[in-house]
C-alpha cells in the first residue's frame, strides 16, 4: 500500500471536510472545559491549509506537511495551532524529500510527529489531551503493520483505538491546558483535542481505504 503525495493531498482534505462536518460539535465540547472555540479553530486552519496546498501540491511529502503546519501556527489560536502544527511540521521532517511512502515509513513519521507533539506540549497518557487518542492509535497501527495485517485494516484499527481513547478522556480528570484549570470539574467531558485528533485518523480511513 504506497502513500503517494497525492495521497496525503487526500488525506488532508478529508480531515479538512470532518473537521467543517463536526465545527459546532468540537466547540460544543470545547465550550465545557475550554474556551469554546476549539472547532471554529481547527475548521479556520485547515481552511487555511486547503487554500494553501496548490501551491505546493508538486512539491514532495515532507514540504507539503511542512506548509501544513506552519499554515497551522499562523492562523489555529489557542494551543491548537502550535500543538498540531508541530505534528506536522515533524511529520514533515520525517518524509522530507518523499514522493512516496509504504504504511510503515507512516507510522514512522506519525510517531515522531507525536514525539514532537508530547515534548511541546508536555502531556502524557492520561492527562485529557489529544495524547490520549494519538499513542493509542499510533501502537494500534504499529502492531498492526507487525502482526502483518491488511493494510487498510491496519488502518481502521488504529482509527478504533483513537476513536477509543478520545473515549477515554471522558472520566478523566484534566492535567493540562485550559481544562486543567477546572480540576474534578473537568471529568465526565470528553476532549476536544482528542476528538479532533480521533477526526485525523478517521481521515486516514476515508482517503486511503476506498
Same mark, same amino acid.
Given at each position: 500500500?504506497?502513500?503517494?503525495?497525492?495521497?496525503?493531498?487526500?488525506?488532508?482534505?478529508?480531515? $479538512?471536510?470532518?473537521?467543517?462536518?463536526?465545527?459546532?460539535?468540537?466547540?460544543?465540547?470545547?465550550? $465545557?472545559?475550554?474556551?469554546?472555540?476549539?472547532?471554529?479553530?481547527?475548521?479556520? @486552519?485547515?481552511?487555511?491549509?486547503?487554500?494553501?496546498?496548490?501551491?505546493?501540491?508538486?512539491?514532495?511529502?515532507?514540504?507539503?506537511?511542512?506548509?501544513?503546519?506552519?499554515?497551522?501556527?499562523?492562523?489555529?489560536?489557542?494551543? $491548537? @495551532?502550535?500543538?498540531?502544527?508541530? *505534528? *506536522?511540521?515533524?511529520?514533515?521532517?520525517?518524509?522530507?524529500?518523499?514522493?512516496?511512502?509504504?504504511?510503515?515509513?507512516?507510522? +514512522?513519521?506519525? =510517531?515522531?510527529?507525536?514525539?514532537?507533539?508530547?515534548?511541546? @506540549?508536555?502531556?502524557?497518557? @492520561?492527562?485529557?489531551?489529544?495524547?490520549?487518542?494519538?499513542?493509542?492509535?499510533?501502537?494500534?497501527?504499529?502492531?498492526?503493520?507487525?502482526?502483518?495485517?491488511?493494510?487498510?485494516?491496519?488502518?481502521?484499527?488504529?482509527?478504533?483505538?483513537?476513536?477509543?481513547?478520545?473515549?477515554?478522556?471522558?472520566?478523566?480528570?484534566?492535567?493540562?491546558?485550559?481544562? +486543567?484549570?477546572?480540576? =474534578?470539574?473537568?471529568?465526565?467531558?470528553?476532549?476536544?483535542?482528542?476528538?479532533?485528533?480521533?477526526?485525523? *485518523?478517521?481521515?486516514?480511513?476515508?482517503?486511503?481505504?476506498?
Amino acid at each position: 500500500m504506497p502513500i503517494s503525495r497525492d495521497d496525503v493531498i487526500a488525506w488532508l482534505s478529508a480531515y $479538512s471536510q470532518l473537521l467543517a462536518d463536526n465545527k459546532e460539535y468540537l466547540t460544543q465540547l470545547d465550550s $465545557s472545559i475550554g474556551d469554546a472555540d476549539h472547532g471554529v479553530n481547527m475548521d479556520r @486552519g485547515f481552511k487555511a491549509v486547503l487554500g494553501k496546498l496548490p501551491t505546493v501540491a508538486d512539491k514532495d511529502i515532507g514540504t507539503i506537511l511542512k506548509s501544513v503546519g506552519i499554515t497551522l501556527v499562523q492562523t489555529v489560536g489557542g494551543a $491548537s @495551532g502550535p500543538l498540531y502544527g508541530t *505534528f *506536522f511540521l515533524q511529520a514533515g521532517v520525517a518524509t522530507a524529500n518523499r514522493m512516496e511512502l509504504s504504511l510503515a515509513d507512516w507510522a +514512522s513519521a506519525v =510517531e515522531g510527529a507525536i514525539n514532537g507533539l508530547m515534548a511541546r @506540549g508536555k502531556a502524557n497518557i @492520561g492527562d485529557k489531551t489529544m495524547v490520549d487518542a494519538l499513542v493509542p492509535a499510533l501502537h494500534a497501527l504499529k502492531q498492526a503493520i507487525t502482526d502483518g495485517i491488511d493494510e487498510y485494516d491496519a488502518l481502521r484499527q488504529g482509527a478504533a483505538a483513537a476513536e477509543q481513547g478520545m473515549k477515554n478522556t471522558i472520566p478523566l480528570v484534566a492535567k493540562k491546558g485550559r481544562a +486543567s484549570y477546572l480540576a =474534578e470539574r473537568s471529568a465526565g467531558h470528553q476532549d476536544p483535542g482528542a476528538t479532533s485528533s480521533y477526526l485525523m *485518523f478517521k481521515a486516514m480511513v476515508d482517503a486511503w481505504t476506498k
